[in-house]
């Protein structure tokens, strides 16, 4: 009878100090920085080839690049949409392929060459793929594009989706 006493004992003790641990609150970790004399830095950037070329890629200009679909009576109904920074002078998606998946890999069954705005910092669109068969699996892809400070496309893919009604 002691031994089951002394170890609900130490269980609840061993317990009770885990969740006291787990409890505790953790800071993070602070940095205080102040500007002086010694931390002001000049820094000289100069054009310098050094025997191989090196490109600078610009950063992303395009955000939610999306591919939405559908599987509704009228078959496989998918919408597009593509966002920009700010106003591109050309934005859009192409190369639109709907894919079935057969036995041996996947199968283009329907292709659109895809669509554009200009000076518009969206773009959003809609296809419908009729053909869609009940049952099989689809995936989607696409490029999205704009010219916003440099020209710049997004592959995007759906993944495999099982047409179900």
């Not at 934005?91 to 895809?114: A, E, H, L, P």
């Amino acid at each position: 009878m002691k031994r089951t006493k002394k170890r609900k004992w130490s269980v609840r003790a061993l317990a009770a100090m885990l969740i006291a641990i787990l409890a505790m609150p953790t800071y993070s970790l602070r940095v205080h920085a102040e500007e002086n004399e010694l931390s002001k830095v000049d820094v000289v950037v100069t054009n310098k080839e050094i025997g191989y070329k090196s490109t600078v890629q610009p950063l992303t200009t395009m955000f939610d690049c999306e591919i939405i679909m559908a599987f509704t009576m009228e078959g496989l109904e998918m919408t597009f949409t593509t966002l920009c920074v700010d106003v591109a002078s050309v934005i859009g998606v192409k190369d639109i392929k709907v894919q079935q998946k057969m036995w041996y890999g996947w199968k283009t069954v329907f292709t659109s060459s895809g669509a554009e705005n200009q000076n518009e910092d969206i773009f959003a669109t809609e296809l419908t793929y009729p053909d869609a068969v009940n049952g099989k699996t689809y995936r989607v892809i696409c490029t999205h594009y704009a010219d916003y400070d440099g020209y710049e496309e997004v592959e995007n893919d759906t993944g495999a989706f099982k047409f179900v009604l």
